[in-house]
């Protein structure tokens, strides 16, 4: 079974439309995350969720929208899509308290190309 | 300001010996450390880790070394594989904080 799956694996879509990205974790985990990891290849958190709460929110435009309907959940929505907004977007989730420091599982990534 | 870095883009090691890589930290408030590795096309998946407590981890061939004093640690890999080939990122957390902050990441290639 796999722990964290992301849909879909490749996205391809024109400048200026609406996309959704949907993360599933099915490890009973209560933090999910969304990272993004651009052309030079740099790993950076977007956003957070504890128990369906934001914990988390970096320097993100207000375009990307995240969204926990449950626990399991965290589906990343973007507006208004930019050239830049091009890259892969992983999610992954981890458990509070966890005993090796924060371990999160990541789920295998979504490529975004924007057009 | 980059709270975690890993200075060597890329690192090349024949099979048998010995990878080491490199990761230095600025944030003194981290108090776990963690090494991730990446294949291509896959997400990234925990490797092994570190508490501030220990200045050694080992786990068969991977042993991360911790020097709080520099806020620097390394991976060594021994004996190397060509299998170990990917990108190994670094990471480092505080426990409240719920979340970790990734170094750039370091290409390992090991070559048979």
């Known amino acids: 079974d796999t722990a964290v799956s992301q849909t879909p694996k490749y996205l391809v879509t024109q400048m200026g439309n609406d996309k959704s990205i949907k993360c599933e974790q099915n490890l009973g985990h209560d933090t999910m995350y969304w990272y993004k990891q651009d052309s030079k290849k740099f790993l950076k958190i977007m956003f957070s969720?504890?128990?369906?709460?934001?914990?988390i929110n970096e320097t993100v435009p207000n375009r990307f929208s995240p969204k926990s309907p449950d626990k399991a959940h965290l589906n990343l929505h973007i507006n208004s899509l930019e050239l830049g907004d091009s890259a892969v977007y992983f999610c992954?989730?981890?458990?509070?308290?966890?005993?090796?420091?924060?371990?999160?599982?990541f789920g295998p990534g979504t490529r975004l190309t924007v057009l | 300001d980059q709270q975690v870095k890993q200075n060597s883009p890329s690192l090349s090691v024949q099979e048998g010996r010995i990878s080491i890589l490199n990761c230095d930290y600025t944030n003194s408030m981290f108090d776990y450390f963690l090494w991730y590795k990446k294949y291509p096309a896959e997400g990234p998946t925990f490797l092994i880790s570190?508490?501030?407590?220990?200045d050694k981890n080992e786990d068969g061939r991977f042993t991360v070394f911790l020097n709080k004093s520099a806020k620097h640690l390394s991976l060594h890999i021994v004996p190397s594989q060509p299998g170990d080939s990917a990108v190994y990122f670094c990471?480092?957390?505080?426990?409240?904080?719920?979340?970790?902050?990734f170094g750039d990441g370091t290409t390992l290639t090991v070559k048979p």
């Open positions: 969720y504890n128990n369906k709460e934001l914990i």
């Open positions: 570190i508490s501030s407590i220990k």
């Open positions: 990471a480092a957390s505080r426990s409240n904080a719920g979340k970790s902050t």
């Open positions: 992954a989730s981890s458990q509070a308290g966890g005993a090796r420091g924060n371990e999160q599982f």
